[in-house]
């Protein structure tokens, strides 16, 4: 009897896809991930060593996060007290979810969103309301108003992965005033954007602002995220929802090291940006696509029905990006992440003698 229940929940569950992770290729330009190549890989190896003196990984991190914390409060001129840790930022979202959210808390958000976020929903039962991206790839901010009413819980990603568009912060603020549950906004790629909206969690209660040292500081294999909210919801997601020792040693070192060069990883982001410029006016030149404005370290075209055909012709090349496939309007898009120069103009020439 016992055993037919647990059989029915992992059938239950089997029937989910997960999060699909992208294909793993070897000696391949990887633009698939919105991982940071732009930063030098001796850079980073650097910060690592500077931690080995530190490090003694037979003890368990104890403090550990309280000083990476300390860190990001320098780093974010907020006080300590408004920001919390966890495994990645995909590790915050499904505590969220997995603490907040149930099949009676509807979840407004866009279509497209961040993909894990959209499985992590799935996982819980959580019923989600899905705006549409319009043809232009922005978001029409009316129609989450709407919707309003009908939600507990607003989740964006801004800017958003995949389309890179970002809502202004004016209108986003609107959004936080109005919005009566919880709002999470996740600001993943927010260092390759104009603006943020970190410091509004000093005024409001109901917000959560999710970021990661995944993108602009290149560290997506060590796994740290963060977020920034009001001092009551940190203190009790750190102290009673979040695991003892969410991040390991290397991890919380390496973290505390890279934010003391957080200057040199906004002097990247800015070079980031410049590269994406160029990416979209190449692509704009080759008057083929229908290529979208973007405020991360990615760039979303509609490939006008060569999707297919570019996505694999470029695998063939050693040059892997992301097949999305439909979006919106738009039926077959592909995503590029923004790499080292080298890595953008090897995909450049690929994609435009492709079409020669
Ligand atoms: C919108 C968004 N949020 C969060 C993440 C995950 O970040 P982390 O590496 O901190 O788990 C990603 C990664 O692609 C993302 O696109």
Same mark, same amino acid.
């Given at each position: 009897m016992k055993q037919n229940w647990f059989k029915k929940e992992i059938d239950k569950f089997s029937k989910l896809s997960g999060y699909k992770k992208p294909e793993k290729y070897s000696n391949i330009i990887k633009l698939d991930s919105n991982e940071n190549y732009a930063i030098d890989p001796e850079f980073i190896s650097s910060l690592i060593e500077k931690t080995q003196a530190r490090l003694d990984v037979r003890e368990y991190p104890l403090g550990g996060t309280?000083?990476?914390?300390?860190? &990001?409060?320098?780093?974010? /001129?907020?006080?300590?007290?408004?920001?919390?840790?966890?495994?990645?930022?995909?590790?915050?979202?499904?505590?969220? &979810?997995?603490?907040?959210?149930?099949? /009676?808390?509807?979840?407004?958000?866009?279509?497209?969103?961040?993909?894990f976020f959209e499985e992590r929903c799935k996982l819980y039962s959580i019923p989600t309301i899905k705006i549409p991206f319009e043809k232009n790839m922005t978001l029409d901010l009316e129609k989450f108003l709407k919707n309003f009413n009908k939600a507990s819980i607003l989740y964006l990603d801004s800017p958003n992965n995949p389309t890179g568009f970002q809502f202004p912060r004016k209108q986003l603020e609107r959004l936080i005033h109005e919005f009566k549950g919880l709002v999470i906004i996740d600001e993943a790629y927010v260092e390759f954007s104009d603006s943020s909206i970190v410091d509004i969690a000093k005024k409001a209660d109901n917000i959560m602002v999710l970021r990661t040292l995944s993108k602009s500081f290149g560290l997506a294999g060590l796994r740290i995220g963060y977020f920034v909210a009001n001092k009551n919801v940190v203190d009790t997601f750190t102290r009673v929802i979040q695991y003892p020792y969410p991040l390991n040693s290397v991890a919380i070192e390496t973290g505390i090291v890279a934010l003391q060069h957080s200057k040199h990883f906004a002097e990247v982001a800015e070079i980031v940006k410049k590269e994406r410029k160029r990416i979209i006016e190449k692509l704009r030149e080759m008057s083929v696509f229908e290529v979208f404005d973007s405020q991360a370290n990615f760039v979303l075209f509609d490939a006008n029905g060569s999707s297919q055909r570019i996505y694999k012709a470029l695998i063939e090349q050693g040059i892997a990006i992301k097949n999305l496939g439909k979006i919106g309007k738009h039926e077959g898009c592909l995503r590029v992440t923004v790499g080292s120069q080298t890595m953008n103009s090897k995909f450049l020439t690929a994609i435009r003698d492709l079409l020669n």
């Open positions: 309280e000083r990476l914390v300390d860190s &990001l409060s320098q780093y974010l /001129k907020l006080p300590p007290e408004m920001i919390g840790v966890g495994n990645g930022s995909d590790q915050i979202i499904d505590l969220i &979810l997995g603490n907040f959210a149930s099949s /009676k808390t509807t979840i407004l958000t866009s279509n497209p969103t961040f993909g």
